[in-house]
């Protein structure tokens, strides 16, 4: 399945999804923690059920990305994994700029932290698409 996405949509959901838990620090499930040692985009819960896991998971399914298909780019970086969950229509720095947060949350910094370093990067190359996607549009 393909997913059409703009760069705005993806923008404030991130910048939503980071406000509504700045402080969290991604840990993947007790069960899954050992077999690739990151953080994963679908979560198999230890009560069976399955969710949308590390930021970047959370911000595609919050706007319509099927699990199935998010399950796809479980140990690539997010960038690849945007491509094989099927999301078309989002700019390359806006797909580089998820990458950037999400590889501060596998740092182990939390998720206000991750967003405002990637801005602050973003704002020093001025890139539109990221600071004011919605005018790119």
Not at 11 to 33: C, G, N, Q
Not at 72 to 82: I, L, P
Request: glycine letters at 8%; charged letters at 25%.
């Amino acid at each position: 399945m393909s997913y059409a996405l703009t760069d705005a949509q993806v923008m404030s959901t991130l910048r939503e999804i980071v406000s509504e838990s700045p402080d969290k620090v991604y840990e993947a499930p007790e069960s899954m923690a050992d077999e690739y040692g990151g953080c994963f985009y679908v979560h198999n819960n230890d009560d069976g059920t399955k969710s949308a896991g590390c930021i970047v998971g959370q911000v595609l399914h919050r706007l319509g990305v099927s699990l199935e298909d998010l399950s796809k780019g479980e140990t690539y970086s997010a960038n690849a994994a945007v491509a094989l969950a099927g999301v078309q229509g989002v700019s390359e720095d806006v797909v580089y700029f998820l990458r950037m947060v999400q590889s501060r949350q596998d740092r182990g910094t939390p998720w206000g932290e991750a967003l405002q370093f990637a801005e602050e990067y973003y704002a020093d190359k001025g890139s539109a698409a990221v600071l004011r996607p919605e005018a790119v549009a």
